[in-house]
């Protein structure tokens, strides 16, 4: 399910946090691919499932992302600083496919704005003569909507709803979770006085996405302003912590999930916190000092490692995975 917080406005760096939620593993590996790494937005593990008008591209800037089911990424930043990150959403569509427009299913789409832009403006561009295509796995459709923020601050939400793809860029845009739509997470937000805030204030505390939004959006607010870095991380953690889902939750249909791990990303900084929720140590990687020269070749790190902790930037091991 998920949740993605923005802290763009705290004068000491700029935080974003997300949350993955979901009823099984993800089987989540951080991978660094390097500059000048070949992709083919119609392969999902080895069989193509975008015809003639898939994207081919090689990478203009090396990334570092988390994968999902090893059929793209789920969140990512690349060295210019650009982040972004796929959270479900019931109500996407993509819309009939268009076999004269290029395309790429959608477990890529990460990865394709990551390697290709190195702002959220750039990102948007390129999205406009982008076409998605669903994909599938473990009986699952990849109904996801994106949220992007760069290095200067700047926020965006994309979303296809019945076959339309809307885009919400602003930087006031900071907080995204799941359904319903975001125009309507927003409208419900906007309901809610927050302008005096205090502890009588109540607040949803379940899981549901809209409870998640409310609960995020009200102690982002409330942050104190941080006095160096390491405070802005934290601050970011207690936040996204607050919004994951416990072990054993209902959810809807899916039944019991709980959130899978955690992500907090310092754009200033250049460094990127994760955190399994199955493991007691917060592990991190300074990605401003990875080498991501063309031919550096693609490594990687497996996160559910107990023997991880702290500083894990020389951990990662060659790798000839990858999608």
């Known amino acids: 399910m998920c949740t993605r917080v923005f802290w763009n406005d705290n004068g000491t760096a700029l935080i974003v946090g997300r949350t993955m939620d979901w009823p099984e593993s993800t089987e989540p590996i951080l991978t660094i691919f390097p500059r000048g790494t070949r992709h083919d937005g119609g392969l999902l593990l080895?069989?193509?499932?975008?015809?003639?008008?898939?994207?081919?591209?090689?990478a203009a800037y090396g990334t570092l992302v988390v994968?999902?089911?090893?059929?793209?990424?789920?969140?990512?930043?690349?060295e210019a600083g650009l982040a972004a990150h796929m959270l479900y959403l019931n109500e996407t569509d993509f819309g009939p496919v268009d076999p004269e427009r290029p395309a790429i299913h959608a477990a890529l789409w990460v990865q394709y704005l990551l390697d290709n832009a190195a702002t959220v403006q750039e990102a948007l561009e390129l999205q406009s003569a982008l076409q998605l295509v669903m994909a599938e796995a473990r009986g699952a459709l990849s109904t996801v909507h994106l949220a992007l923020e760069d290095a200067t601050g700047d926020s965006a939400v994309i979303e296809y709803v019945e076959g339309r793809p809307t885009v919400y860029h602003d930087a006031a845009h900071r907080v995204m979770t799941n359904s319903?739509?975001?125009d309507q997470q927003l409208a419900l937000l906007a309901q809610r006085d927050f302008a005096e805030p205090a502890s009588s204030i109540s607040l949803p505390g379940n899981v549901e996405s809209v409870d998640r939004f409310t609960r995020a959006s009200y102690f982002l607010n409330v942050l104190p302003t941080p006095g160096n870095d390491r405070e802005a991380m934290a601050s970011m953690l207690a936040v996204i912590r607050?919004?994951?889902?416990?072990?054993?939750a209902p959810y809807k249909d899916e039944g019991v999930l709980n959130t899978e791990y955690r992500v907090v990303?310092?754009?200033?900084?250049?460094?990127?916190?994760?955190?399994?929720?199955?493991l007691p140590s917060v592990?991190?990687?300074?990605?401003?000092?990875?080498?991501?020269?063309?031919?550096?070749?693609?490594?990687?790190?497996?996160?559910?490692?107990?023997?991880?902790?702290g500083n894990v930037t020389d951990r990662f091991a060659p790798a000839s995975v990858g999608f």
């Open 46 to 58: 080895g069989e193509r499932i975008v015809a003639d008008n898939a994207l081919v591209w090689e």
């Open 67 to 78: 994968s999902v089911y090893g059929l793209g990424a789920a969140e990512g930043v690349n």
């Open 180 to 182: 319903p739509p975001f």
């Open 242 to 248: 607050n919004c994951s889902i416990p072990f054993g």
């Open 265 to 278: 990303n310092d754009l200033t900084n250049r460094r990127l916190f994760f955190e399994m929720a199955t």
């Open 283 to 309: 592990i991190w990687v300074d990605w401003g000092a990875l080498d991501f020269s063309e031919g550096s070749g693609v490594r990687t790190l497996d996160p559910d490692d107990l023997s991880l902790s």
